[in-house]
């Protein structure tokens, strides 16, 4: 029986440092998140990023815009940039249609973007010294360090190859030495792949995915997605927990793994971003 990864508690461990760090900073590290129109998905993060700003000390403000142009919505990210009490901006995603997301994410400032999207921060990730890492793959890495372990070696298999998750995710392990897998919706023989990992991170967004009979005995499994169970209305991920738990040596569940996580790791990284603009140290480095 797999050791169960316990996401909402390291989260929490995660955001008390926080708390104690930001105590010791000159001035309260600022958040400014910005949400456009009325999905109610983007609205529930939207409030739990308020939530987590106070626990952790930080002046967080939103934005929130039942409409507006990409031009307006470009000066309203211009003015945040040059505004020297915002350490973070997050456009939440996803924007209207009508509005061009790359050139938004684009026009943040990289030193202020905590979703770590924009393309220096990729780069930076991709040829090392980053001080912004992807939320949802750095919550990943924290999982692995806070349980000891050690993806030297390992064969890691990512399934999914989104720009938010999957890539990134390959990324941040191949950086601690592991042998990494992209698999995705061309890959001819999934379970063939994943049978081979002694590391299955999956981020395809498509329930049931992942079965007990696609998964190594002892593999580590990271459950990533988060999708509405259309007849329960329950939230459940791409693996078959109950069924794949009896086989992985860890295991996350959904929800309360890598969610908090995500959450955990923007504070982290509002936190680095308010360091750097206050000109110490970063830690990360
Ligand atoms: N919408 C869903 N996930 C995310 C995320 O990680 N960042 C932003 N900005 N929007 C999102």
Redesign the pocket.
């Known amino acids: 029986m797999a050791i169960l990864i316990d996401g909402k508690q390291l989260a929490i461990d995660v955001r008390t440092r926080i708390k104690e760090a930001t105590a010791k900073l000159p001035r309260r590290p600022g958040l400014a ?1 910005i949400l456009v129109g009325e999905d109610p ?2 609205q529930v ?1 939207v409030r739990n990023k308020e939530k987590d700003c106070i626990h952790c000390g930080f002046a967080g403000q939103t934005f929130r815009m039942e409409d507006c142009s990409e031009e307006e919505l470009l000066a309203l990210i211009e003015r945040l940039n040059k505004n020297e009490n915002i350490d973070g901006i ?5 924007l209207p249609a009508h509005i061009n997301e790359r050139r938004i ?1 684009e026009a943040i400032d990289p030193d202020k973007d905590v ?1 770590a ?1 924009h393309p220096a921060n990729v780069g930076r990730m991709v040829v090392g010294k980053p001080v912004l890492l ?3 793959p750095a919550g990943v890495m924290e999982m692995f360090h806070a349980y000891g372990i050690d993806l030297a070696g390992k064969h890691c298999v990512v399934v999914g190859r989104s720009n ?1 998750v999957g890539k990134p995710m390959g990324l941040l392990m191949l950086r601690e030495d592991a042998t990494v897998t992209f698999c995705h919706s061309k890959t001819p023989d999934l379970a063939a792949c994943t049978r081979e990992a002694d590391v299955l991170v999956v981020a395809a967004g498509r329930q049931g995915l992942i079965s007990a009979d696609m998964v190594k005995e002892g593999a580590v499994v990271i459950d990533v997605a988060m999708n509405r169970d259309p007849e329960t209305g329950k939230f459940t991920g791409d693996v078959l927990f109950d069924e794949v738990e009896k086989k992985a040596s860890y295991i996350t569940p959904v929800p309360g793994g890598v969610g908090p996580m ?1 959450r955990a790791i ?1 504070m982290q990284n509002v936190y680095a971003a308010a360091r750097h603009h206050m000109g110490l140290d970063t830690e990360e480095e």
């Not at 997050?90 to 996803?94: D, E, F, R």
Request: aromatic fraction near 12%; include cysteine; charge should be negative.
């Open positions: 998140v998905a983007s993060y997050l456009v939440q995603l996803p994410l979703d999207f992807p939320c949802t938010i995500t923007l």
